[in-house]
């Protein structure tokens, strides 16, 4: 026996069960009324074509599954190698390539990308409530992977892509984002809807942030350039550590990343990370609670890349 036993990563009926336990801890929910108590389960009819997992709302008449109104609505593979899928991407800390799940789920590579980024879109958090809201202190800090389409390489960092991450250090959350400049007109708008006022913010030297700092209740900064790193209580160096992850995952795992897909990579490592074992999360806990994101998400993009 091992966690990958479980029935639901095997067979379809427990799959559905599985999901339907995550999505449904009350019991069905009608996706087109929102009825809840004349629901009956239709059986998986072994003459005609065989849909797991069917219910009847009897307020409404119409027909569902747990699928209806999720990122999973639309996809044609079974729902226990989304299963599969969502467990090996919740339990690598640093990812699972689509090459990987393609050899490991036995699908064809296009059909492994849209898994993957159809459990990235689950991860994605709803939450967009500020950090440091008690005052707490709030790290910023920002890092470069690959290089902006069409920019020409030149010294400095203005024609690398550009990533913001931002740490809330009293509920141990990252929120991370790409960015197009690092310009204060750019980043301002960008703190201020992520950073509540009362917040302490902790940055490293960089200018971009001096004028930004004066938005919050106190800034306060490590020199970098003259090798501090720490002083007392200010540093950036739970950011840095997040990065360090997210960029070792990049360039180990997923090489090749356009840029208009970077954010759903972003939200992959802020999940993790955000739900994390240290904070007391198992890898089936995380991969329930990447489940429980499925719902009323859209995806907007056809191609792989
Ligand atoms: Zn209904």
């Given at each position: 026996m091992s966690v990958l036993s479980a029935p639901y990563f095997h067979n379809e009926e427990a799959a559905f069960a599985k999901l339907e336990s995550v999505i449904w801890p009350e019991g069905p929910v009608c996706p087109h009324c929102g009825g809840t108590d004349k629901i009956y389960a239709i059986k998986p009819n072994l003459t005609k074509r065989i849909r797991y997992g069917l219910k009847k709302c009897g307020q409404c008449g119409k027909q569902f599954t747990v699928?209806?109104?999720?990122?999973?609505?639309?996809?044609?593979?079974p729902l226990c190698k989304f299963l599969q899928a969502a467990y090996l991407m919740c339990s690598s800390k640093k990812g699972v390539s689509a090459k990987q799940l393609e050899r490991t789920l036995e699908v064809t590579y296009k059909t492994a990308w849209f898994l993957a980024h159809r459990i990235r879109e689950a991860m994605r958090s709803g939450d967009l409530a500020p950090f440091g809201g008690n005052g707490g202190a709030v790290e910023a800090d920002e890092t470069f992977i690959g290089v902006e389409p069409g920019a020409k390489v030149k010294p400095?960092?203005?024609h690398k892509r550009k990533v913001l991450a931002l740490v809330d250090r009293e509920t141990k959350q990252v929120r991370s984002m790409v960015v197009d400049s690092l310009k204060p007109s750019t980043l301002g708008p960008i703190l201020s809807a992520n950073i509540a006022r009362e917040a302490r913010l902790m940055t490293d030297?960089?200018?971009?942030y001096v004028p930004l700092?004066?938005?919050?209740?106190s800034h306060e900064t490590v020199h970098h350039g003259a090798e501090?790193?720490?002083r007392g209580a200010v540093h950036t160096n739970t950011a840095e550590g997040y990065f360090s992850i997210f960029k070792r995952g990049m360039k180990g795992v997923y090489q090749h990343c356009a840029k208009k897909h970077l954010h759903r990579y972003l939200a992959e490592f802020d999940f993790r990370y955000n739900e994390r074992e240290a904070l007391g999360v198992s890898d089936l806990l995380r991969t329930d609670r990447a489940l429980s994101g499925i719902i009323g998400k859209r995806l907007t993009y056809s191609e792989p890349s």
């Open positions: 699928k209806v109104g999720t990122v999973f609505e639309h996809g044609r593979i400095g960092y203005q030297e960089a200018r971009h700092g004066k938005a919050f209740a501090e790193y720490v």
